[in-house]
T-cell receptor, first 117, second 113 residues
Framework: AQTVTQSQPEMSVQEAETVTLSCTYDTSESDYYLFWYKQPPSRQMILVIRQEAYKQQNATENRFSVNFQKAAKSFSLKISDSQLGDAAMYFCAYRSADQGGSEKLVFGKGTKLTVNP | NAGVTQTPKFQVLKTGQSMTLQCAQDMNHNSMYWYRQDPGMGLRLIYYSASEGTTDKGEVPNGYNVSRLNKREFSLRLESAAPSQTSVYFC????????????FGQGTRLTVV
């Protein structure tokens, strides 16, 4: 079974600074997807960024980028120019490649990010 | 588009009571999921339905039952609630093919006293 580990229960960053959230995973599969979700106090799960394992290029979405190291099974999230609205729980998640709908998201335990003004 | 709608948003139950959490999606998705979220535990899969007419256990199915009523609706039932089932419950759906992402409902905060 796949597992996802987030080793930082809490992180803090100063507004406008850069912060990196860590995630490692364990799998024997070669084709899969990785995700970072943001959960603000509203509880809504918001997809921040996704990475396909077969793509070597790291995904980027505006101020959010990932460092995907397939061999090391590492998938970190970098937030640049941090804003107060970035404060939230961040979850790393893994999903197997499409197999007719039985694929499930496997989540890490989350990292609580605080942004200090 | 409403997306994924969960009802109720909040609920307090007494130990031993039963209830059903409702979930409906209007995106014509094939796959639907129920997760629970506990502090320090992330989201854990309770049950899922890969397609209409099928359901399967996830990581933490004990104490729960599900029904995929039709393609739109996927309900989660607690037959005899226990304090250990105090949690936030999320329903999610996904097209189930073509590398599509999952969409989540707003969650239900359930407290069992």
């Amino acid at each position: 079974a796949q597992t996802v580990t987030q080793s930082q229960p809490e992180m803090s960053v100063q507004e406008a600074e850069t912060v990196t959230l860590s995630c490692t995973y364990d799998t024997s599969e070669s084709d899969y997807y990785l995700f970072w979700y943001k959960q603000p106090p509203s509880r809504q799960m918001i997809l921040v960024i996704r990475q396909e394992a077969y793509k070597q290029q790291n995904a980027t979405e505006n101020r959010f980028s990932v460092n995907f190291q397939k061999a090391a099974k590492s998938f970190s999230l970098k937030i640049s120019d941090s804003q107060l609205g970035d404060a939230a729980m961040y979850f790393c998640a893994y999903r197997s490649a499409d197999q007719g709908g039985s694929e499930k998201l496997v989540f890490g335990k989350g990292t609580k990010l605080t942004v200090n003004p | 588009n409403a997306g994924v709608t969960q009802t109720p948003k909040f609920q307090v139950l007494k130990t031993g009571q039963s209830m059903t959490l409702q979930c409906a999606q209007d995106m014509n998705h094939n796959s639907m999921y129920w997760y629970r979220q506990d502090p320090g535990m992330g989201l854990r899969l309770i049950y899922y339905s890969a397609s209409e007419g099928t359901t399967d256990k996830g990581e933490v199915p004990n104490g729960y039952n599900v029904s995929r009523l039709n393609k739109r609706e996927f309900s989660l039932r607690l037959e005899s609630a226990a304090p250990s089932q105090t949690s936030v419950y999320f329903c999610a759906s996904r097209l189930g093919r073509l590398n599509t992402e999952a969409f989540f409902g707003q969650g239900t905060r359930l407290t069992v006293v």
